[in-house]
């Protein structure tokens, strides 16, 4: 019996290219840019056709592309590649979210697949962290007293319940232990 195991790395690879294209786009908006603003800022290097391509996997990069791309929006090129694990994360059922007093931890992964109400505002707001503080993790984001008085105000509840309704929405991820 012959396996066909070019067929298995053929789609390992455009789910690969899928997922770099994810981050490549992840990154650009973060740094709030549209693929037309790439290429004038660029000076037409990153023409916005290609670049979307690129985001959406169609298109594979070279890594000295790849290299010059991160240098354009000033993060480490490994912020790029995606996780070797495709961006699942094993899952601590028995565990819950957020004790009160621990770090707020939101899970960026799990907020690229929520919906809601609540969840563009909130997909903003922490998008702007992120580029205040120049955190391309694109896994977690730890939130400090103020962003925390923010998210509240933008669910609508105290700034003591807002970390359990960010649970309840599936965003919050138990900080690492040491």
Excluded: C
């Amino acid at each position: 019996m012959v396996t066909n195991t070019s067929g298995d790395a053929d789609r390992d690879e455009a789910e690969y290219s899928s997922r770099l294209g994810e981050r490549i786009r992840l990154i650009r908006r973060q740094k709030r840019l549209s693929l037309q603003d790439v290429e004038a800022r660029s000076e037409s290097e990153f023409k916005a056709s290609v670049l979307g391509a690129y985001e959406r996997g169609e298109r594979a990069v070279s890594m000295p592309r790849l290299h010059r791309l991160a240098s354009f929006y000033s993060v480490p090129v490994d912020q790029l590649l995606p996780t070797a694990h495709g961006g699942a994360e094993i899952e601590q059922a028995d565990d819950p979210a957020w004790i009160p007093g621990q770090k707020v931890v939101i899970d960026l992964a799990g907020l690229a697949g929520a919906s809601g109400p609540e969840v563009d505002l909130i997909r903003r707001y922490l998008e702007i962290i992120q580029v205040k503080r120049q955190d391309f993790n694109g896994r977690v984001l730890t939130i400090r007293g103020d962003d925390l008085q923010a998210l509240a105000a933008i669910l609508g509840t105290s700034v003591d319940d807002a970390p359990v309704e960010l649970a309840g929405m599936g965003l919050l991820r138990l900080p690492a232990t040491s």
